[in-house]
């Protein structure tokens, strides 16, 4: 888990140095475009799945929300710095839970939403509207997590009817073909450095999931959600290292907060499965999937 920390923070940064010489709709689709090299091997689970429309219906929710998401975060790495993009990151879990108990009707008992109520309270230290400017950055990572954690639920809804490997495949899939209008939109030519980079980006990222997924077959998320705690060390100092960027005291207090939100809200639905599980019956608060990382699938 800490080695998918730094494969993820990797990303950010080769988005930060890209900046603005790209837009980010173009940005992110040709990061998609590069990345199917990937999605060979999915081809034929996806074929043997026989989807049935229902199925493709959501995976087409899943594709919108997922699509706008990655334009906002390609369009935030270039506007603030990388310590604020990473901590404002963990929001999604929390979303998550919120979202859960909106509309899959599932609990969120007092000790969880003030959980959730602690991880509002550290976005708001690492947004500190009224103290200093607000960028339109910030305002897009809000966005950003609130459209990933919608990904992750229409995921979860998935996950237990389709094999793994459809669920990723047909993801890259929808968003590769739903950024191209709006990569088209916004076309400049494209250097051969700056298509590196993003054939950089692309392997990084896979990487990072498939580090992450190692990670969650060895040990439980109460142990390796807080060790995702050290992407926001590194994105602290390869912002300091690498762009100048100062560290900020108050971004790593409202990120600890967010984080210790996150990991006792994971801790708490590892236990309630376990008393389930010991009660001899199914269930136990469910919020976050198997697979809900910190980092968007970028």
């Known amino acids: 888990m800490a080695l998918t920390g730094v494969m993820f923070v990797c990303v950010t940064a080769i988005v930060k140095h890209l900046g603005d010489a790209v837009p980010a709709a173009q940005s992110a689709f040709l990061r998609y475009v ?165 054939f950089l980006v692309a392997c990084f990222a896979t990487a990072g999931h498939y580090t992450m997924t190692l990670a969650f077959a060895a040990a439980p998320l109460t142990v390796t959600q807080p060790v995702s705690f050290l992407q926001l060390v590194w994105a602290v100092l390869l912002g300091w290292f690498a762009f100048g960027e100062a560290v900020d005291g108050w971004v790593i207090f409202g990120g600890f907060l967010i984080m210790a939100a996150l990991s006792f809200i994971t801790w708490r639905e590892a236990r309630a499965k376990a008393l389930a599980a010991a009660a001899g019956v199914s269930g136990g608060d469910i919020s976050i999937p198997k697979k809900a990382p910190s980092q968007p699938d970028v």
């Open 34 to 198: 590069l990345g199917l090299v990937f999605l060979i091997p999915m081809i034929r689970p996806i074929l043997a799945a026989h989807l049935t429309h229902r199925q493709v219906k959501w995976f087409l929710v899943r594709g919108v929300a997922h699509t706008f998401a990655v334009i906002l975060w390609f369009f935030a790495m270039a506007r603030i710095p990388l310590a604020e993009v990473t901590a404002m990151n963990y929001l999604s879990p929390v979303y998550i839970s919120i979202g859960a108990a909106l509309f899959l009707g599932e609990a969120l008992p007092p000790r969880r939403l003030a959980a959730v109520c602690v991880a509002l309270i550290g976005a708001l230290i690492i947004l500190r509207p009224g103290m200093r400017e607000v960028d339109l950055g910030h305002i897009a990572m809000l966005g950003t997590a609130a459209l990933f954690a919608v990904g992750y639920l229409t995921a979860k809804q998935l996950s237990g009817e389709v094999n793994a490997a459809v669920v990723v495949g047909m993801l890259s899939i929808t968003v590769t073909i739903g950024l191209a209008p709006f990569a088209w939109a916004v076309w400049v030519p494209v250097s051969a450095v700056s298509l590196g980079w993003l």
